[in-house]
């Protein structure tokens, strides 16, 4: 048996990590120049720019009096850490709420889909047992979407994106289920601000989506219990845009196209700034997506009851911020706006945040546990396929194509 060659290894990857050494020093040396701009900023009184500003229309707007809040650290090793974390959540009760589901196959367009949703909740004394919900949902191209629209048809299929419109219903079904438990936070595994919706979706797909969060963050409103989505690798570029802003505004000499050309984003912008469990301040987020947080929703929380509509309207009521909650990233919390009308409420949320992320080695314990819970098994997946293949030969459909990727399915 042929053994693996570690040393030639090491020599073949050192080879290849030369080779892009060169572009990433490049690309790291102008990245430095609009952190050296984000340092600029800085300086300045972020209250200069909170109310919007004139021609830069999706440019968050920074609410609070600083640009950094930097966390009092009062630990030096891993178990001073964890006693930090402890000394904060004790008494506190915190939950989370993840999703997972199975849908078509590359090779197999099956009718129906699988949604599981989990939410825990956990009070820290020592002594109460974990509040648990776990439920499973089965979805068919006959059903109408939560917001009314139908399915669109796909042949054998059932659309991908109608699964997930229903996997983005449940979850934040459960978060407001949870809501009964009163805990301090509910970490959702989504961004509030959803702006991935502006691209590839159809308007109807987008409302879907998007009148589930609003009715999740009615009852977070009515019932002042806070949703956290914490975004871990966050693509959004909103502060670059404000950077670009001041740039115009303030008459600055930087060269601002290589943010346009290099696509910067947010989280690289804070890279080089944000200590450990520093915050930069809240943003009021002002993205085109927001425009399209309002409309009639049925709030009521019973499927069997009649619908109870409302009009609500949350175009200028979600916010965002940035943190380090591990070495190795900066995070994306966004939050809705009422927080930040409590005094001293923003700091509270911080807390907790940073006492999950160092119990999660850098990622949120409960939020982590909610994942790894409700990832569907294989085994499960395979008997669901399994159950989908005899009911189809007994209603005479049969599925051709790669035997191997049918095997991987079923066996």
Known sequence: MNEIDFEKLAAIAKEEFNKIRGPMVSESALLAEYVDMVKDILKMDPKVF??????????????????????????????????????????????????????????????????RVLGICVTYDGKTLPKILDEYYGINSEMKLPGGTPIPQNALGLPNESVDAYRSFFEHNLEIKLMDEKPEIIFSDNPLI????????????????????????????????????????????????LVKAIHD???????????????????????????LYDRTCVFQSQHEIMTHYSGRINIEKSPQAKPKLEDLNFTHDLCFYYTRLSPFGIQRIEIPLWIMKKPGLIDQIHKIICAQA????????????????????????????NVL??????????????????????F
């Open 358 to 385: 160092a119990l999660g080695e850098g990622h949120p314990h409960l939020l982590s546990q909610a994942h790894n819970f409700v990832v569907i098994r294989s085994q499960y997946s395979k008997f669901f396929v």
């Open 389 to 410: 293949l005899q009911e189809a030969n007994y209603s005479g459909i049969s599925f051709r194509g790669s035997t191997k990727e049918l095997r991987k399915l079923i």
């Open 194 to 241: 959803q702006t991935y919706l502006l691209a590839g979706k159809t308007k109807e797909m987008r409302n879907e989506h998007i009148q589930s969060i609003m009715r999740m963050l009615y009852y977070s409103k009515v019932e002042k219990i806070p949703v956290i989505g914490l975004i871990d690798s966050s693509q959004s570029q909103e502060f670059c845009g």
């Open 50 to 115: 909170s109310s919007p500003i004139p021609g830069f229309p999706n440019v968050p707007l920074p609410i609070e009096e600083k640009w950094i809040y930097t966390f009092n650290k009062q630990f030096k090793n891993r178990q001073e850490l964890i006693n930090f974390a402890d000394g904060i959540l004790t008494g506190k009760k915190v939950a989370a709420v993840d999703g997972s589901q199975i849908y078509e196959d590359r090779m197999i367009k099956i009718p129906v889909g699988l949604v």
């Open 249 to 275: 505004v303030e008459k600055k000499p930087w060269d601002m196209s290589l943010i346009d050309k290099k696509g910067y984003q947010d989280t690289q912008l804070w890279s080089d700034i944000l200590d």
